[in-house]
């Protein structure tokens, strides 16, 4: 049933990108890492680099604010190293996520041909597979039954420059769905992404 309304879900959006006035294709990096935190214990990992892409249409509701949306494959994770009684571990989790972002956008002409632009929203996201690297053994991420769940959700500010078709942004991604499928723990998403766009219009 989860597949099936995952389906519909990208169709859906495929054909909206279609359609829309201005699309493009957007890509960039992921400065990845996620917050832990169990029986009041919060655990700082550090972060590693990924890369988000795919298609992203804008749908302009006047000459200053626009909606934009996409559907983007993103890799995020984290790597943590661990001593305990003289004995080190090092572990790097890597998750593929199809991910959905939804943002309102307010554009400043500079001239005729440069705007800036700030942005808030949400996303919305779906873990396809994931990678778990320890001591230099990989295995496959377990979601559900005590691993990690699949959907994650949460908000994201940015802001940018446009330069014509091309689009550059930053932006910061801030997890809110706890992602350990268990209730003695929270695990969240957060990411910092650089990304250029270039964009069509019909």
Avoid at 24 to 46: H, R, T, V, W, Y
Wanted: no cysteine; hydrophobic share 40%.
């Amino acid at each position: 049933m989860k597949s099936k309304l995952i389906f519909l879900v990208v169709f859906a959006l495929f054909v909206q990108i279609a359609n829309a006035q201005v699309f493009g294709i957007k890509g960039g990096l992921n400065d990845a890492n996620m917050s832990f935190s169990s029986n009041g214990i919060s655990i700082s990992p550090k972060a590693i680099i990924g890369f988000h892409f795919g298609p992203v249409a804008e749908f302009e509701l006047n000459d200053n604010i626009s909606f934009n949306t996409g559907l983007l494959y993103s890799l995020k994770g984290f790597k943590m190293n661990a001593s305990t009684l003289g004995f080190s571990t090092e572990s790097t989790e890597k998750i593929n996520y199809l991910e959905i972002p939804l943002n309102v956008a307010y554009k400043h002409p500079i001239d005729e041909k440069i705007k800036i632009f700030g942005q808030i929203g949400s996303y919305l996201a779906y873990a396809l597979s994931g990678k778990d690297k320890t001591d230099g053994t990989t295995t496959d991420i377990t979601f559900g039954s005590g691993g990690m769940k699949r959907f994650d959700l949460g908000l994201g500010i940015g802001a940018g420059v446009e330069f014509g078709p091309i689009v550059a942004g930053l932006g910061y991604q801030f997890g809110l769905a706890n992602l350990a499928d268990s209730s003695d723990g929270k695990v969240k998403n957060k990411v910092l992404q650089i990304s250029v766009a270039y964009m069509f219009r019909k």
